[in-house]
């Protein structure tokens, strides 16, 4: 099955544009999902809205809109009054500049979407765009009305396509600073950091996707498979909690357990750090002894 367009507009770069159709890149309608039933009966349950005083059901006309201004004191806002106050869209992604890829923030990314030619008419203006963002290693910073929203999406030249972030506005993002405050300032050197370097340059690698699964999601549905079958369920086995060690000592563990594993080392690079690690260790034992 094609997959179905979420929007459709122009993309817009000076006076080129080009008619483009917006595709949901993720999706989280493969994951295992549950109705909630009454355990007595077996059936179905529906959820209502009732009123917080009387406790009575509160029919869909009566539901209303409020914001709190005050303690239990609320604005009313009718239907229309918030379909009124919501910007008209033009249909069209306005690109406003254009910034390095390596700038840009990932805190900021919201949801990710495709970006196609909506016809044929318009895929030479739309691979114009394409490859002059790709020549320079750029990304789009366009704005647009989607779903309502006057939203800031971040485009960037993806195959034969384009990638589009909607981002977060700043006011929704976190400072860092509240997360970080806490966090002493530390220096790390000598066989320390020798070993971690060397651990971290044992298992480089690559992204891969498909490697990697959502175990909850799978145990999920092996545990229905099995209550279908009439199977017995056998709890997993747990991995014993490891012995409390010094850090210095779990790194040297980590890096003897990676040459064990025949995790490869990164050519060069890595046997300069083994041997790093190694001088850092002799350091050590001559400073103790």
Known sequence: MAARAVWKGYLQVAELS????????????????????NRKTGHRVQRQYVDEQTGKPVERDDQVKGYEV????????????????????????????????????????????????????????????????RAKNVAALARAVLFRRVRTVLLRAQGPGLIANTLNFDYEVRSAREAFSDIPEMKIKGEMLDLAKYIINTKKGEFKPDEYDDRYDAALAELVKAKMEGREIKAPERKPQGKVIDLMEALRQSAAATDAGGKKSGGKKASSSKRSAKGGQAEQRKKAS
């Open 18 to 37: 080009c008619g483009v159709a917006l595709y949901a890149a993720a999706s989280t309608s493969e994951r295992v999902s549950f109705n909630i039933l």
């Open 70 to 133: 005050a303690d239990n004191q609320y604005i009313v806002l009718e239907p229309e009054e918030i379909a009124e106050a919501v910007p008209q869209g033009d249909k069209t992604l306005s690109v406003d500049t254009f910034l390095s890829c390596p700038n840009i923030d990932t805190v900021y990314f919201d949801k990710p979407y495709y970006v196609a030619p909506a016809d044929e008419a318009a895929e030479q203006a739309f691979a114009v765009i394409r490859e002059g963002m």
